[in-house]
């Protein structure tokens, strides 16, 4: 199984996941959902793999959400799961794929442990240096 990431390439935490993924020997596919939208069926499988509910991976910042009244705790998976379809930008980021799980990586270090050979140490984009151990 090759790995993945959904990406967004404006997201530091995406770009600072993606890295560590490159620098730990791991080429995964890139998957930028904001030009290429998951489908209803796609995100459906995807929360089945992060075993959580639509709302875990919701993004709730930003002028869309308040908009469209999400924070709503009444409102279904279902219709979470719609808006995030019809909404690509609602989908929190990144969440990687690999032989050893599927997560939603915010912190970006939480990409390790899912990495066959992760990096030992990583220094984010804003400086910060990570430390991996076993």
């Given at each position: ?24 020997g791991e080429e995964p ?11 209803r069926e796609q995100l ?53 794929v690999t032989e050893r ?34």
């Amino acid at each position: 199984m090759s790995s993945k990431i959904y990406h967004n390439p404006n997201c530091g935490t995406s770009r600072n996941t993606l890295a560590i993924m490159r620098a730990s020997g791991e080429e995964p596919e890139v998957i930028e959902y904001m030009k290429t939208p998951l489908s209803r069926e796609q995100l459906v499988a995807l929360l089945a793999a992060l075993a959580v509910p639509a709302r875990e991976l919701m993004r709730a910042k930003g002028d869309l959400y308040d908009e469209l009244g999400l924070a709503d705790l009444t409102l279904s998976n279902d219709a979470l799961i719609d808006a995030m379809s019809e909404h690509p930008i609602l989908m929190n980021r990144p969440v990687v794929v690999t032989e050893r799980g599927t997560r939603l990586c915010r912190p970006s270090e939480l990409v390790l442990d899912l990495l066959a050979n992760p990096v030992r140490e990583y220094t984010k984009e804003d400086g910060e240096v990570i430390r991996f151990s076993d």
